[in-house]
Nanobody, 125 residues
Framework: QVQVVESVGGLGQAGGSLRLSCTTS????????MGWFLQAPGKEREEVAC????????SYVDSVKGRFTISRDNTAATLYLQMDTLKPEDAAMYYC??????????????????WGRGTQVAVSS
């Protein structure tokens, strides 16, 4: 049984930083791309960042480019999202996702994913 678990998000200040992490079990971590998604109240879930199975390729939504960094430690089987220069509009529920197909190095809500339960990020102005 595959499990995806995000760390506790928390409250950050505008201009400050937070780091999210995500661990998985039940799958070979280094064979799967991984991504972070967010969902704000009343809005659809959207991709924030994606990283290929071997960390060779990363991608970001325009709104976080230059501020967020996705990374992974395949030895520790952990995914990270470093969130810097936080903005109030970054506040949302953040989800870690793993595309179900091995070596499919793309992230999207339109493919089948293993999802974490989400972690709340709040940003004070």
């Amino acid at each position: 049984q595959v499990q995806v678990v995000e760390s506790v998000g928390g409250l950050g200040q505008a201009g400050g930083s937070l780091r999210l992490s995500c661990t998985t079990s039940g799958l070979r971590f280094d064979a799967y791309a991984m991504g972070w998604f967010l969902q704000a109240p009343g809005k659809e879930r959207e991709e924030v960042a994606c990283i290929s199975h071997n960390a060779g390729i990363t991608s970001y939504v325009d709104s976080v480019k230059g501020r967020f960094t996705i990374s992974r430690d395949n030895t520790a089987a952990t995914l990270y999202l470093q969130m810097d220069t936080l903005k109030p509009e970054d506040a949302a529920m953040y989800y870690c996702a793993v595309p179900r197909q091995m070596y499919y190095d793309h992230c999207s809500t339109s493919v089948e994913n293993y999802w974490g339960r989400g972690t709340q990020v709040a940003v004070s102005s």
